[in-house]
């Protein structure tokens, strides 16, 4: 596809007027595209209970919620912390403790944090009332081009474009885009073609048709091009080479890192801490340790961690359990050791908070995703 020019992001001249990334040659097809992603929308959208709202406050937190999330595991979330905070007012005036519990499993908890932010902000300046258009909703903690353009298009109308993962795929395949997908101009050129593509009538549905087959139909491995209603004009699929786009970078090797961790046990009670909100995992509770080093074992590694991080002596005791996890960029292999507190009163050097807990406390506490994979062993 012939690009000559991408249009900047919040250019307002008017579409006669500006060089549009679909040419006028491919008007049929952009009017084809539509008709034919709305129609089969509306006979195949999936009933998920924010489409059955208009209300922007589930909406956006569905959007929210849905972020590196699989729609399966989304539908949970979505209905636990609907019902905790029905309205957005509830989720300003929420115990960020509470809010993370409820979130616990879903990761990336940055986006928690971000949308009780968000929240307090509609709430204490805006006396509760949403922003209508994308550029608003975009002033908000944690919202950013794809989640305002959702909201702002399903909920208010507004004419602007959307482009998760699946829409990416979706066009990439279409109009046959075979740069990769990683590079900041590839994205730039794909934005360009879903703001040429969607309608002024029915934005939403039309966004929400383009996520929705690229999750059902046009999917990462066999894509099902025999029941795609867009099959006809698909560049990749006229091709033979759907299922070699999106083209993307290949994956790097992630790190590996053993962790020690302190089940630090005095008169019946653990010691937790609680992490600095400002960094990754913020506001979780965990048990004290931190990465082997070169040369060390691991009770040396545990002894000298608790000793930087919290200022006592341990007696190192039985090993408990080792646990993998892996994160988006890394993985972990967690060793929980029984400890035995000796000297020094702990200090929170680095966390926010210091508990001691008894086993039973545990569920009232949102713990990292590794860690709840051995505390039913201290129970």
Known sequence: MKVPRITKRGEKTLASKRCTVLTDQADRKRAYLRRALLAWFRHN???LPWRRTHDPYLIWLAEIILQQTRMETGLRYYERLSKAFPTVRDLAAADEDRLLKLWEGLGYYTRARNLR????IIVTEFGARFPT???????LPGVGRYT?????????GER???LDGNAQRLLARIFNVTKCMDEPETKRLL?????ELVPSRSPGQFNQA???????????RSPRCDVCPVREKCEARALGRQSKLPVRRPKKRSPHYDIVAAAIRKNGRYLLGKRPAGGMLGGLWEFPGGKVKRGETREQALVREIEEELGIGIVVGRHVISVHHAYSHFAITLHLY???HVSGRPKAHDHSELKWIVPREFRQYAFPAADLKFLHLLR
């Open 210 to 220: 383009l996520m929705e087959l690229g999750s059902l139909i046009c999917t990462p």
């Open 191 to 195: 934005w360009a073609v879903a703001e």
């Open 117 to 120: 932010r968000a929240a307090k």
């Open 160 to 162: 602007v474009p959307i």
């Open 133 to 139: 258009t994308e550029s608003q909703w975009e002033q």
């Open 148 to 156: 305002a353009g959702a909201v702002a298009s399903i909920v208010f």
């Open 338 to 340: 029984l400890c035995r």
């Open 45 to 47: 959208a999936r009933d």
